[in-house]
């Protein structure tokens, strides 16, 4: 009996050996495309912080960025036009579950090509309520309203009266009567220089006039041109505005780069203020909103992606972040120009710089490239 029982443990370990073993079939991941004009730091640390956070809960082993249906043309004028081509491209395909577009060309050129299928989200729209894209000679804004997209597979992040609140918190502060803007032209004044913000400030009760100043060419010796014909017209603040000649990155002609812009600034006495925060603080602009938390950006946008993954319709998602502003302040560059600022301004700051230094250069990378 015992030999039995040991010939027919024997026999079942070796069958055993012989049946096939079926694992559990893995879920498959969630497909993802991802579309911007260029590299730019403000969408790879979006993204990059995104990811961080989808990790955080579990999600970032369950999502993947296609790497064939992640596209960066470029920032010049020729390769910009593959972005529309590009969108269409991915609006047409059949095997995504997400679409990611970064900035608000991109994001323009997936809704002008929407499919009204696959859930689209935006990030890094300065402001998507007065944004506009075309469909069939009808423009319309990116969204409705602060509460609605308007497109049910479309969400995006918001932040109410942003750019509002950043010419109110240099008025008060510094009191201007002219304010000096530079943008390229009519379709993207907004999107680098925040004009009719300006503009809804001043009639609101600060009353300072605008001084606009059109530019052919931000890569060029335009943008010190432009800086210059604002001066003689008596400005005595000035609006740094996202141009590439104010890229600490990218622009490195003899007067096309912001160290020499800001530095022709401080010489006529001009207060600037820098929507794009940090660097150009650090490097001569006197004060800017507070650029360091990306980390609240990439919790909205995991927290989207999150949702729509889990079946929620993008339109049915809050779009509003109401993180307050946070300011940046240069006391060099106060010191330099001969004004005075606040306790409650210097209190209320986000960060100091007491030293007007070059920021090291930081390329920025691809989205794409993190693939």
């Not at 925060?277 to 006197?286: S, T």
């Amino acid at each position: 009996m015992t030999r039995y029982f040991h010939w027919l443990l024997c026999f079942c370990w070796l069958s055993s050996w012989a049946l096939p073993v079926f694992a559990e079939p893995a879920e498959p991941k969630v497909r993802v495309g991802y579309l911007e004009a260029g590299a730019l730091s403000n969408f790879t640390e979006t993204m990059r912080h995104t990811r961080a956070i989808l990790r955080q809960h579990g999600w970032a082993d369950k999502i993947e960025l296609i790497k064939d249906a992640c596209f960066s043309p470029g920032w010049s004028q020729e390769q910009k036009k593959q972005l529309p081509e590009r969108a269409k491209e991915l609006m047409s395909r059949n095997d995504l579950d997400l679409i990611i577009g970064g900035g608000t060309s991109a994001v323009r050129s997936l809704l002008e090509y929407n499919n009204h299928r696959v859930p689209i989200i935006g990030i890094a729209v300065s402001d998507p309520i007065k944004t506009t894209f075309k469909v069939d000679g009808k423009e319309s804004t990116f969204v409705v309203s602060e509460q609605d997209s308007g497109i049910d597979n479309f969400t995006i992040r918001i932040v109410p009266n942003q750019y509002k609140r950043m010419f109110e918190i240099f008025y008060d502060e510094v009191g201007f009567k002219k304010l000096g803007m530079i943008y390229i032209d009519e379709k993207n004044k907004n999107n680098v220089s925040s004009v009719d913000d300006a503009y809804e400030v001043s009639k609101a009760g600060r009353h300072f006039e605008i001084i606009e100043q059109r530019i052919a060419n931000p890569e060029s010796e335009d943008c010190y041109k432009g800086i210059e014909s604002l001066i003689k017209q008596g400005i005595d603040a000035f609006f740094v505005p996202s141009l590439s000649c104010f890229d600490w990155d990218e622009a490195d002609t003899k007067k096309a780069n912001p160290a020499v812009l800001l530095k022709l600034l401080r010489d006529h006495k001009i207060r600037t203020f820098s929507r794009q925060g940090n660097r150009d603080v650090q490097g001569g602009a006197m004060m800017g909103l507070s650029t360091l938390n990306y980390h609240n950006r990439g919790e909205f946008t995991a927290q989207s992606i999150i949702e729509v993954l889990s079946g929620k319709k993008p339109r049915e998602l809050p779009m509003t972040d109401v993180a307050p502003p946070k300011i940046t302040i240069n006391l060099e560059v106060a010191q330099e120009i001969g004004f005075t600022l606040s306790f409650d301004v210097l209190g209320a700051s986000d960060e100091l710089y007491e030293k007007i230094t070059i920021p090291e250069k930081n390329p920025a990378v691809s989205v794409c490239e993190l693939l």
